[in-house]
């Protein structure tokens, strides 16, 4: 600055120092008016809230900004072409892929949901108290996520000359009876076994067996009675003089 001073005079160097003043004022009254001409919006990405000042004029290309790549089966709260105004509130939410398999037959969905709750009512999914999920309604949603269910089906059990309906998800016969309280002993007779696995469309029967003790009393005639005690005496009666012959 001491060189310029030197080499122009006085008054063309306060022209210059304010030219450069007005200048960077100008620069900084842009820089001001470019930054308070940005809308402010909030966007919510996947829970968690953030206000973000932005030039973008639709949605996608705020999107954009935010590095956010919405996929097909993602949720946003508004159309990807909807203009920006000051104020909005966009919510984006990714989709989780979650597989279920109901009896062997696995279906692939995606969803947006919090819960296993929530998701199953989303798709029409309804399931009884007999039948056995693997994971709890109550259940946070995550990606990938495999839910296993088997349906119930009811089985007829024949317990002497009562029918009694028990509902099952498999298993073996043993754990059925065991299931609906069946009472039995190792004299009883079960169809088809209790080792046999449950199936659909089966009957169990369980037969009750009684062990009975008979006693029985067989009369001797008695002429048959004396005769046998006469053949004893003469028995005795040998021995005896066996005995004395001998001395």
């Known amino acids: 600055m001491r060189i310029f001073s030197k080499l122009m005079p006085a008054s063309k160097m306060k022209l210059v120092i304010s030219s450069i003043g007005v200048l960077a004022l100008v620069v900084f009254s842009g820089f001001v008016l470019f930054e308070a001409s940005k809308a402010e919006v909030i966007v919510i990405d996947n829970g968690e809230k953030q206000t973000v000042k932005t030039h973008a004029d639709t949605v996608k290309g705020l999107l954009a900004e935010a590095g956010i790549s919405v996929g097909e089966h993602d949720e946003l709260s508004h159309e990807q072409d909807t203009p920006i105004e000051a104020g909005m509130e966009i919510d984006y939410k990714t989709a989780n892929k979650v597989i279920i398999s109901i009896d062997g037959e696995e279906k692939e969905y995606y969803t947006t949901k919090s819960t296993i709750k929530e998701f199953l009512a989303e798709n029409n999914l309804e399931f009884t108290d007999h039948d056995a999920i693997s994971h709890k309604s109550s259940e946070a949603i995550q990606d990938g996520l495999h839910i296993d269910v088997k349906k119930a089906y009811q089985i007829t059990i024949k317990d002497g000359k009562k029918d009694k309906k028990s509902w099952t998800t498999g298993g073996s016969v043993k754990d059925l009876l065991a299931e609906a309280n069946i009472d039995y002993?190792?004299?009883?007779?079960?169809?088809?076994?209790?080792?046999?696995?449950?199936?659909?469309?089966?009957?169990?029967?369980?037969?009750?067996?009684?062990?009975?003790?008979?006693?029985?009393?067989?009369?001797?005639?008695?002429?048959?009675?004396?005769?046998?005690?006469?053949?004893?005496?003469?028995a005795r009666k040998k021995l005896f003089l066996k005995g004395r012959m001998e001395r």
Do not use: C, N, Y
């Open 185 to 234: 002993d190792d004299d009883d007779k079960i169809e088809p076994g209790l080792d046999k696995q449950v199936d659909k469309d089966m009957t169990i029967k369980v037969i009750d067996v009684e062990k009975v003790t008979d006693e029985v009393t067989e009369s001797i005639a008695f002429e048959t009675e004396k005769k046998m005690t006469v053949l004893w005496l003469r």
